[in-house]
């Protein structure tokens, strides 16, 4: 074996190359979750790099990380990024006290009975809900967040309807609740505006808008075109049918973000906290 070593330089670009690949924070978020198990939280990092397939739209890949804190999955996709990441909402429409997730729940029982959809639970830590995120880029380009968000839903949904498969063909009771999750190293911050106050000859925001920095945020989009609707003509019934839920994390903020979810609070309503029934 040759004890050659790399120059500074070389040594440089070898540095970024690794870094750039993402894997580095990958590994480091999932040591954050491993230190902390069973005594700051209980999610358990039970795998990395799990392959998925979806078969309908002849797509696959790899989640990062997957933790698993009792009846809840939380699906993990890190993305490293040098720019900050800004969510837009329109002056009014803040609620910082944001508790509803909107995500896939399945339920099968042990005479073969099976459900799954997509519900509104309430789930912790609350946060600011957003629609809208700009993702900087390189020189003017943009990249949007909803295709992370979306690639991660579809990987989520692959893997759910996987493993419900197998338990469903052994009859073995089950119950789950999906978290999708993105990590990133990007200063995420939120900004109110005025959308009647906009300048419409340039598009500008005007003085009165507001940045705050946040340590995670809820992203909610139409990012399935899997919908149970009915056929209709009701197109904002078909957009809210379609909408997923997704959490977005700042990196060093995460085992804290762990820590808030610690009681695994997961319900759907006060009065209810399951959607589903199935008769036993």
């Not at 209980?42 to 002849?58: F, I, K, S």
């Not at 995670?216 to 019934?237: E, G, N, Q, V, Y």
Request: with cysteine.
């Amino acid at each position: 074996m040759s004890d050659w070593s790399p120059d500074e330089k070389a040594t440089k670009r070898l540095v970024d190359l690794v870094e750039q690949s993402g894997f580095p924070l990958q590994l480091a978020i999932e040591e954050v979750a491993r230190s902390g198990y069973d005594r700051e939280h209980y999610w358990d990092p039970v795998t990395r790099e799990l392959p998925w397939l979806d078969r309908e739209n002849a797509k696959d890949g790899f989640v990062d990380l997957v933790l698993l804190n009792g009846i809840m999955m939380m699906t993990v996709e890190c993305k490293r990024s040098p720019t900050p990441w800004n969510f837009l909402m329109p002056e009014g429409a803040r609620d910082e006290g944001a508790e509803r997730f909107r995500c896939r729940v399945a339920e099968g029982t042990n005479r073969g009975l099976r459900q799954s959809a997509y519900f509104d639970m309430r789930t912790d830590p609350m946060s600011t809900e957003a629609e809208f995120c700009v993702v900087g880029g390189s020189g003017n380009r943009h990249r949007l967040l909803e295709k992370y968000c979306f690639d991660l839903v579809t990987a989520t949904e692959a893997i759910a309807h996987a493993r419900e498969e197998v338990l469903h063909d052994r009859k073995e009771p089950f119950r789950f609740g999906y978290l999708p999750l993105i990590v990133t190293t990007a200063r995420l911050y939120s900004c109110e505006f005025g959308p009647a106050k906009l300048d419409l000859a340039e598009a500008t925001l005007g003085a009165d808008r507001r940045f705050r920095e946040e340590r995670w945020i809820r992203f909610r989009k139409s990012l399935s075109t899997r919908t149970h609707a009915p056929a209709t003509d009701d197109l904002d019934r078909v957009k809210k049918e379609g909408e997923r839920s997704v959490f977005v994390v700042q990196a060093t903020h995460f085992g804290e973000f762990l820590k808030a979810t610690r009681s695994g609070r997961f319900q759907y309503s006060e009065t209810r906290s399951w959607p589903l029934e199935l008769s036993s």
